[in-house]
């Protein structure tokens, strides 16, 4: 049997091969850091990459620490439509609307004894995206992925991380 992690890339690497075959030839690219609700207000920094050309975005963020009493691991996969709004002080915005898929691994021990236990959820629906262009190439951005379940799925864990935001902080090259 076919890992989830496996399917999870192949869907991924899948993805954006579709994806690639719609977007014009001249792209830029995103990297930057900044915090998730998927941590429940734990400081912990994500990793943030993306790729976009003038009317379409792809993104990628992950999320994780590990130590000897547990584990969170959170994967983003996000694509937008891209709109630019006016300047907002001295810096242009662009936001964007579209599909989000969201990915979540948790797992806990009570004591070093136990075992321990391992969740693990899914989610995809709507997501939206603002960025904020401060200086140059260095942006401020908000990335909020609306996760959407049939009912007969939904259990404890997903009322905490069904929807997810980041407030992001990177720099476009």
């Known amino acids: 049997m076919i890992g989830i992690r496996f399917r999870l890339y192949l869907f991924l690497f899948l993805f954006s091969l579709i ?97 321990g236990v391992t969740k693990k959820n899914y989610t995809a629906g709507p997501s939206l995206r603002v960025l904020w262009s401060i200086a140059g190439p260095f942006y401020l951005g908000l990335e909020a992925v609306y996760g959407i379940r049939p009912r007969f799925l939904n259990n404890h864990l997903l009322l905490s991380t069904q929807d997810t935001v980041q407030l992001l902080m990177g720099v476009e090259f």
Do not use: C
């Open 19 to 115: 994806w690639a075959n719609h977007v014009p030839a001249e792209v830029n690219y995103r990297l930057g850091s900044g915090m998730s609700s998927t941590t429940s207000g734990r400081r912990i920094p994500l990793l943030y990459g993306g790729v976009e050309s003038k009317d379409y975005a792809l993104s990628l963020s992950s999320i994780g620490y590990k130590n000897t009493l547990g584990y969170i691991s959170a994967w983003n996969l996000n694509t937008y439509v891209l709109f630019y709004p006016d300047k907002f002080w001295w810096g242009k915005m662009q936001a964007g609307l579209g599909l989000g898929f969201f990915y979540y691994e948790e797992g806990f021990k009570n004591s070093l004894d136990d075992d």
